[in-house]
């Protein structure tokens, strides 16, 4: 047995993340932009409010007025004056099959984003860039809709119970096995709905008296799961080993808040890809941490099953780790297979518990059928069962796509957050009346992209998210690329000074963590 | 051509300016009073600088020469 030490012993590849500093005059001007919004957003509340204008946001009623007010805080304010004009690059209505290329409905509004109406049109063909189809198995001809097309018309649409009472098919049996098999622990449970996976699981797992230590940045499901258990919540920075190594002693040398008695479980929240960062957790690292202090591990892989790892398997193979190091694995199928619903994995005697005590499974409804065929399918595609080796290109294909896409915008300038091997491509853009812009001028030239502002991410740092697909060509990359680079110049918005921040925490050395490799 | 590009370029440092300042963002009737605020400002700092720093500068001037002057005639009266 020889071992390697490469960075430390417990990464077996560069782990190579990168999120640039904020420009100073970027975030004066930005600041400048929002003050400018705000002074007018103030003028225009007055106005409403004295009926020079007319209202048509939502108001409490006259007999209401003297109440608690509804729509006085920072968010409606925002909302009113902020999001409404620049609403109309969200909620586009799509009339075809998320592919790789999209077909939506065009609309106007004639009284800046209070109301839109059709103007009839399909804008047809629309490169998409913001669809989560990391695999491209969204798709309305192919193995995968023909088979579910054949269960619908055995099994119909809807199972009308759920998983407990009548709604337990032999599709939901048969999708557990292979999910387990797929993730190589002993075996899973599949709920109908990705969010409520986490938001009534979590619950089941943990209560009052058990300490959950979440990751800073993630998502609402697992916060509000979190925040529903009823356990004590302890936030760690963002990806940051040494805040949670810090976390956890102090949770084992105090103990719970007033009486000193032991936490009864720790539980460690994490995800495999943020999907607003397009981090990539440092799981090595906290797998580490989670055996020296006998902690326990969920780690979420909405957006890393079937994204990462050369067979798809998500961020575990990823690294090269062993699933049964990971208490809990959850995921989701809506991003990579192509359907919906979620997913828990691991030992025999959690799924069982889960079956009699997860709320999703006493009162959801279960998975519908065609969905469950379609997951199967597309799940023995990556695994490479049905025959062919469609999948096992997929997954290369988007790889070789993430590499090309980051690589190419990093070149030209533009400030990009995130690992270098995540599919999930956030770009900077910062100032408030560029998200509007770049949205605009993206569908203008034919290519639909989703831009994030406040309140998902922090107020200055509003962004454009790209997700890539293995559905996209080369050449659709190169279109994408060079329309981005115009609108680039257009908007000035290459802010990046081609200078690698380095990784904030201090290289990790043989004295804090485990050595895993043996 | 010449022009054409002066005249791009221009447009172009109009909408960076429009940009930064979220005023893409307005209806029109904000625009115009943005605008004329922020023209009116301008006009009153420039109108203001022409005014006084002429005078500023002479008298500085003045000041100065006055000055060298002074201990120019010292020196020759010592002499003397």
């Known amino acids: 047995i020889n071992h390697i030490v490469h960075n430390g012993g417990l990464y077996k590849r560069p782990f190579n993340e990168d999120f640039e500093e904020t420009p100073m005059l970027v975030a004066v001007l930005t600041y400048v932009g929002y003050g400018v919004l705000t002074l007018f957003g103030y003028l225009r509340d007055f106005m409403r409010q004295w009926k020079i204008e007319k209202c048509q946001n939502a108001t409490e009623r006259e007999e209401q007025k003297d109440f608690v007010p509804l729509y006085q805080d920072f968010e409606n304010f925002y909302n009113r004056n902020l999001y409404m004009r620049i609403r109309d690059s969200w909620n586009r209505p799509i009339c075809s099959v998320p592919g790789a290329k999209v077909d939506m409905m065009e609309r106007v509004s004639h009284d800046y984003n209070w109301t839109f109406t059709y103007t009839g049109r399909v804008i047809k063909d629309i490169i998409n860039m913001g669809s989560y189809n990391y695999l491209g198995f969204a798709q309305k001809a192919g193995t995968c809709q023909e088979a579910a097309a054949k269960v619908l018309s055995q099994y119909g649409a809807g199972v009308c119970s759920t998983r407990q009472e009548m709604g337990n098919l032999d599709k939901h049996e048969e999708l557990e096995k292979l999910v387990a098999r797929f993730l190589g622990v002993e075996s899973a449970m599949a709920y109908g709905m990705g969010f409520a996976t986490n938001s009534m699981n979590i619950p089941a797992l943990v209560g009052k008296g058990c300490l959950i230590l979440s990751d800073e940045l993630n998502h609402a499901s697992l916060v509000l799961g979190a925040r529903l258990s009823g356990a004590t919540i302890r936030i760690f920075k963002h990806n940051n080993m040494q805040s949670l190594e810090k976390l956890l002693k102090d949770a084992i040398v105090h103990g719970q808040p007033r009486t000193r008695r032991p936490w009864k479980k720790i539980l460690i929240l994490v995800e495999g890809i943020y999907s607003m960062e397009g981090s990539i957790v440092r799981l090595p690292e906290v797998i580490a941490l989670k055996k020296k202090y006998k902690s326990y591990l969920y780690l979420d892989e909405a957006h890393s099953i079937g994204a990462l790892g050369p067979t798809g398997r998500g961020v575990v193979e990823y690294f090269g780790l062993n699933p049964e190091d990971v208490d809990v694995m959850m995921g989701t199928f809506t991003k990579s297979f192509g359907a919906a619903g979620g997913y828990i994995g691991g030992k025999k005697e959690l799924i069982d518990y889960l079956r009699t005590y997860s709320h999703s499974a006493v009162y959801a409804t279960s998975l519908s059928p065609p969905v469950v065929e379609q997951i199967i399918t597309s799940m023995k595609c990556i695994m490479g069962e049905d025959g062919t080796t469609v999948g096992k290109a997929r997954v290369q294909q988007l790889a070789e796509n993430t590499r090309y896409f980051r690589r190419r915008l990093k070149e030209m300038g533009f400030i990009i957050y995130g690992n270098e091997d995540s599919p999930v491509v956030p770009l900077m853009l910062y100032m408030p009346a560029k998200i509007g812009a770049f949205g605009r001028e993206m569908l203008k030239r034919n290519i639909g992209v989703v831009v994030v502002g406040f309140p998902a991410t922090p107020i200055i740092e509003s962004r454009a998210r790209f997700c890539l697909s293995a559905a996209h060509t080369k050449e659709m990359l190169d279109t994408a690329l060079k329309e981005i680079n115009e609108v680039g110049d257009l908007l000035q918005l290459k802010y990046s000074r081609h200078r690698l921040v380095p990784l904030l925490d201090r290289p990790f050395d043989e004295t804090t963590y485990e050595e895993t490799e043996d | ?80």
């Open chain 2, 1 to 80: 051509m010449d022009i054409k590009s002066m005249k791009n370029y221009l447009y172009w440092l109009y909408c960076q300016f429009e940009l930064i300042t979220c005023s893409y963002l307005m209806e029109p009737w904000e625009k115009l009073l943005f605008y004329t605020f922020n023209i009116t400002m301008l006009v009153m700092v420039l109108y203001t600088a022409y005014i006084f720093v002429s005078v500023h500068i002479s008298t500085a001037l003045q000041f100065f020469l006055h000055l060298f002057g002074n201990q120019h005639e010292n020196t020759v009266s010592v002499v003397k």
